[in-house]
């Protein structure tokens, strides 16, 4: 089912966590995040808005990581449900991306982050104050290749010094897939 993003005031400061990978190493957001800034961007195995972007996502991360900003990409969705979200899965993901790829097992950081899509794109300042909540690009899938253009604008407007523009496009893609009781109200 699809999904937009929720509304996350600008300036407001991310949310700490202490996540694994799928190999059981522990991520703190102190260690993950970038001088620069620090791109947390909630993403799944299985859903066709993020595996239509993925490949633009390792390059965005390919591109900024030199520049300061650090990726880390978070999967929250019940792997009970969707057996593509196992660690299993998601490791085999990770071998092919230059980041992260955490697992959020219990939801709580996605609850924390107000993340209801997949993907669903936070791009926070040096400081870990949100700078940009929006679409990754105007792209869908079956359509033109995945660029990261809307990520890449706000991230070009950050390294520059820029305030934060209000002015943004919704992400959309797939709805989270909470656990039973755990999806928000």
């Known amino acids: 089912m699809a999904a937009t993003s929720n509304a996350v005031a600008l300036g407001s400061?991310?949310?700490?966590?202490?996540?694994?990978d799928a190999k059981g190493a522990v991520h703190r957001l102190r260690d993950v995040s970038g001088a620069a800034g620090t791109l947390i961007i909630f993403i799944c195995n299985h859903c066709p808005y993020v595996v239509h972007m993925r490949d633009a996502l390792q390059r965005y991360a390919l591109d900024y990581s030199a520049r300061g900003i650090r990726v880390v990409a978070i999967n929250p969705n019940d792997p009970l449900a969707y057996p593509q979200e196992t660690p299993e899965q998601i490791a085999a993901v990770a071998?092919?991306?230059?980041?992260?790829?955490l697992v959020d097992a219990d939801q709580l950081v996605a609850r924390a982050y107000g993340a209801a899509c997949t993907p669903d794109v936070y791009l926070?300042?040096?400081?870990?104050?949100?700078?940009?909540h929006g679409c990754f690009d105007g792209t869908r899938p079956g359509a033109a290749p995945?660029?990261?253009?809307?990520l890449r604008a706000a991230s070009e407007q950050l390294l520059s010094g820029a305030p934060p523009s209000a002015a943004r496009a919704p992400s959309i893609?797939?709805?989270?897939k909470w656990k039973p009781g755990n999806a928000p109200h």
């Open 146 to 150: 995945a660029s990261g253009a809307d």
């Open 173 to 176: 893609g797939c709805s989270i």
């Open 95 to 101: 071998r092919h991306l230059s980041f992260p790829y």
């Open 13 to 20: 400061l991310a949310p700490d966590f202490a996540l694994p």
């Open 124 to 132: 926070y300042d040096g400081d870990l104050r949100l700078y940009y």
